[in-house]
Every structure is written in structure tokens, then in C-alpha cells.
């Protein structure tokens, strides 16, 4: 089984509506993650929490909010989406000072 | 902030040796991970350096300098399975909370 899961792995939605993206992971990790990638751009750091009482905003977060439900699960929501989220959106997971196992990912197409 | 550049892409032939450079500019180096990428799934850990010199894994290594902000990723006796993005990433004590900042990748193609 995957250590980090995410769902769904592809979605298409509609301008203006609300979008969820959820992901959970079994490797007991505090440190979770969301990036999105774009073609050319690398991943890029949307959001970020150290456990479930700390969340905090990366580097393009604007558009974006975000859930820790437990200490597996991370969720992004998109409240209003907009053409220019559609990307490649990947979830991540780590220990303080090692490195980051990335969920699948999910493609998201907003028309 | 950082400033991570790659070559967007290079071509390789199976069986031969090829080096993949990122240059970086940082205010608090704290550490550069390699990262390999197929097209449309998840990145995967490759090696991490914090130290100068070369870290060997197999067929794949990595080199750091620091006072260059240079690294290497060294892929020996290539295979088609190594056609992916090579993504370069740096640790930066800058940021708040430690985090990553990803070059654009380097998407390699192996060629028969």
C-alpha cells in the first residue's frame, strides 16, 4: 500500500466552484505539505503545517486554504477555482530534517 | 528568497555517463536534495548533500560545493528508465520553517 495517498487523481471542475483535494499518509510523519507544479515553473510551496495546531502559508497560497484533520490527513481546498489552478497538484510528507515522499498527485483542470 | 537554475533539457545516449548542474543562490545554506521525476507521477528522493564532495549511490551520484553554490547529479551507464526530470532543491534557513525551494527541472532524454 501507498505511504501517502491522494484523492482524486484527476478532477475536472468549472470556474467559481469549490474544489477539495485530500491527502493522507501512513508514514507518521508530522511534517505535511501541498505544492502545485506547472510546466517549466518546478513545484512551488502552497501551503505547509509542522503538526495539527501549526499551519502556515508557502510561497503561493493566495486562492488556497487548508485543513489538518489528523496527524495522516491534509486536505486543500480551492473555494472559488479559477483557470489558472489547473496544475499538478502533489501532497508531501516528512520528518524535521530528512526528505519529502510525495502522494501521486492529483490533475486538476479548472475550465 | 533563492534564485535554483537547471538546463530545462538535455539528450543522452544509453550507456554513457551524464552530468546534470544547478547553481543556486542562498542566505542560509542549509542542505540541496536531487530528485527524480517520470512524467505525470511523483517525484522520488534521489541524494541529499550538505557537506562539500560527492555522495555515491550506486549509479548515481551527487556533488556539492559550497562556496561555488554549485551541484552535480552524475548519472553512470545510463538507461531508457532514467528519461525523467531531475529536480534540483535547496534547504534554506532563511525560510520560515527550514523549507524546500525547487529548481524548474531538468527533463532528461536517454536515446537508444
Known amino acids: 500500500d501507498a505511504d501517502v495517498t491522494q484523492t482524486p487523481r484527476n478532477r475536472i471542475t468549472k470556474t467559481g466552484k469549490r474544489i477539495m483535494l485530500e491527502c493522507s499518509q501512513t508514514?507518521?510523519?508530522?511534517?505535511m505539505y501541498w505544492y502545485r507544479q506547472d510546466p517549466g515553473l518546478g513545484l512551488r510551496l502552497i501551503y505547509y503545517s509542522f503538526d495539527v495546531k501549526d499551519i502556515n502559508k508557502g510561497e503561493i497560497s493566495d486562492g488556497y486554504s487548508v485543513s489538518r484533520q489528523a496527524q495522516a490527513k491534509f486536505s486543500l481546498s480551492l473555494e472559488s477555482a479559477i483557470p489558472n489552478q489547473t496544475a499538478l497538484y502533489f501532497c508531501a510528507t516528512s520528518e524535521v530534517g530528512f526528505e519529502q515522499y510525495f502522494g501521486p498527485g492529483t490533475r486538476l483542470t479548472v475550465t | 528568497g533563492q534564485n535554483i537554475d537547471q538546463p530545462t533539457e538535455m539528450t543522452a545516449t544509453e550507456g554513457a555517463i551524464v552530468q546534470i548542474n544547478c547553481t543556486y543562490q542562498?542566505?542560509?545554506?542549509?542542505?540541496l536534495f536531487w530528485y527524480q521525476q517520470h512524467a505525470g507521477e511523483a517525484p522520488t528522493f534521489l541524494s541529499y548533500n550538505v557537506l562539500d564532495g560527492l555522495e555515491e549511490k550506486g549509479r548515481f551520484s551527487s556533488f556539492l560545493s559550497r562556496s561555488k553554490g554549485y551541484s552535480y547529479l552524475l548519472l553512470k551507464e545510463l538507461q531508457m528508465k532514467d528519461s525523467a526530470s531531475y529536480l534540483c532543491a535547496v534547504r534554506d534557513r532563511a525560510n520560515a520553517g527550514n523549507m524546500l525551494t525547487f529548481g524548474g527541472g531538468t527533463r532528461l532524454m536517454v536515446k537508444p
Open positions: 542562498t542566505s542560509g545554506f542549509n542542505g
Open positions: 508514514k507518521g510523519h508530522d511534517r
